[in-house]
């Protein structure tokens, strides 16, 4: 495979063929009927850096890890993946390893402010010793957590009389002189002298430490709080593996890993006066590559890359990523759809792509003039913005992701849908899948093709309307507003996706 998206141009020409999805597993699958708890929905997802372990967040505060099975030989072990002779199928397959309460619901009485036990957002660190290490955050609180293997051991054979009841009896019986039970009552010290009786002791025993089993723990190391007067929209590990940043609405902070109790204030968009607020942060991430180095994006649709060798206080960007405004298109809606739900580097730290309402755009952090592609994800919407903004659906926040690399891109939308498009030179790859069993099951719909400007538009969607909350394509398909694919995460090192549709996790192989 390529290692980024900078060595996708050695792709053959009209770029790589497009991937046919397969399901592969599903974990939490609700049956025809059943009522979903609203603290079972997935909320966060992530793989760590390897792909052999995942980690989903949900609205309910807890933590569920699972771990790659295919990778493992008869006794448990990791095998490397380089040596290993795979029958031509394979894929890769996950089961459950352990789970954990990682949040508490909690109550500001200063602000008398209720704060969600909902987890935003995952990130896995470096792990040492054989132990999952990651990163949790609410809106309010982030959380360090370390999860291995823990022996669980009990203390056996002890001296218990047997014609007692277990644990009612004396520790040796009668076999012990009255003198020796005063010289031992009085710690060792005593006036008279005393001798074992014949034979000695032949009760008296040492108790035994034994194993019984070895049990997944999970230990909050860290708490990270008391930083933020907003809520945390996004955290990120450098690749220096000493220190995160974490993001609100105004201010990006950035922790060392070993200090709990003290952070540093890197970027403040918040102006003297709240009334000339125009725009707030919505997502942060590291350069991958770069410890220095890190970008946000902005409710007006732009992203800043910063350098923290500057200044302490990162207030001037070195690169301005937006894309002009066409002229007679602006609109009530132009800036909540503008508004940039998540970003993402590539592994390369060539490319940074992001995620507005209705786009997915590709951008070459050396050239800030504009995206070299953008993505269609729902152009057909346009026509019922109205209607979205009145039930709230157009403040929904998108993730999206790129595959290891880069030749790919993928983001969620309605109908539990999800999208993958090709971004390599000349790719027309545009596949919608659907998250169930049958993935492919809405190839109706029609994709636009990339463009570079959003009042241009390749692809001609017809525009239809259906109920209040459907929209409906140029193929007559219907989409619900109200089932949507918020969350996902591609493999870092294959062609596999992991997606959550409410509290059930898909995952698809290619």
Request: proline share 4%; hydrophobic share 35%.
């Amino acid at each position: 495979m390529n290692n980024g998206g900078a060595e996708a141009a050695v792709a053959p020409v009209g770029g790589p063929q497009p991937l046919e999805w397969k399901f592969s597993q599903v974990f939490g699958e609700r049956t025809a009927g059943e009522e979903i708890q609203d603290v079972d929905i997935i909320s966060a997802i992530e793989f760590n850096r390897t792909g052999d372990h995942l980690a989903t967040g949900d609205r309910g505060g807890r933590v569920v890890l699972f771990e790659r099975t295919d990778t493992l030989d008869h006794v448990g072990q990791r095998r490397d993946l380089e040596k290993m002779d795979y029958p031509i199928n394979r894929h890769p397959l996950f089961r459950y390893k352990t789970e954990f309460q990682s949040h508490e619901p909690e109550f500001d009485y200063l602000k008398s402010l209720e704060i969600e036990e909902k987890i935003n957002k995952i990130r896995w660190c470096q792990s040492a010793y054989g132990a999952l290490s990651l990163l949790s955050t609410n809106d309010k609180t982030i959380k360090f957590w370390k999860v291995q293997e823990k022996q669980v051991k009990k203390v056996c054979d002890l001296n218990v009389d047997s014609t007692k009841a277990m644990g009612n009896g004396p520790i040796v019986g009668s076999s012990i002189s009255t003198s020796s039970k005063q010289y031992m009552a009085n710690g060792g010290c005593t006036s008279n002298d005393f001798s074992l009786p014949n034979g000695g002791l032949p009760s008296l025993r040492l108790p035994m430490v034994t194993t019984l089993e070895t049990k997944l723990m999970a230990r909050c190391r860290r708490i990270y709080s008391h930083a933020h007067d907003y809520h945390i929209n996004s955290i990120s590990n450098n690749s220096d593996g000493e220190t995160f940043i974490s993001a609100d609405d105004l201010r990006i902070n950035l922790w060392n890993l070993e200090i709990s109790n003290q952070s540093f204030n890197i970027v403040d968009v918040k102006p003297a006066n709240m009334e000339d607020l125009t725009e707030v942060i919505t997502s942060a991430e590291f350069h991958p590559i770069h410890c220095n180095m890190l970008a946000y994006s902005s409710s007006k649709g732009s992203i800043r890359l910063v350098d923290m060798r500057q200044s302490a206080l990162c207030d001037i960007h070195i690169k301005l990523f937006e894309e002009q405004e066409a002229p007679g298109s602006r609109s009530f809606f132009t800036d909540i759809i503008a508004s940039i739900s998540d970003i993402k580097f590539a592994k390369d730290g060539r490319h940074i792509l992001s995620r507005d309402y209705l786009t997915l755009k590709l951008w070459d952090i050396n050239m800030d003039s504009g995206p070299v592609a953008t993505f269609q994800v729902h152009e057909y919407l346009r026509p019922k913005l109205c209607d979205l903004y009145e039930n709230d659906s157009i403040f929904d926040k998108f993730e999206c992701c790129l595959s290891g690399d880069g030749l790919r891109v993928a983001t969620g939308s309605y109908s539990n849908l999800f999208r993958v498009f090709g971004c390599s030179e000349g790719s027309k790859e545009a596949t919608t899948l659907e998250a169930n069993k049958n993935p492919m099951r809405r190839q109706g719909l029609t994709a636009s093709r990339p463009s570079r400007s959003l009042g241009s538009p390749s692809g001609v969607v017809r525009r239809g309307k259906g109920a209040d909350n459907s929209a409906v394509d140029a193929n007559g398909n219907t989409f619900d507003f109200t089932t949507k694919l918020l969350h996902l995460a591609w493999h870092p090192t294959e062609n596999s996706i992991a997606c959550a549709a409410s509290n059930s996790l898909y995952m698809y192989y290619a």
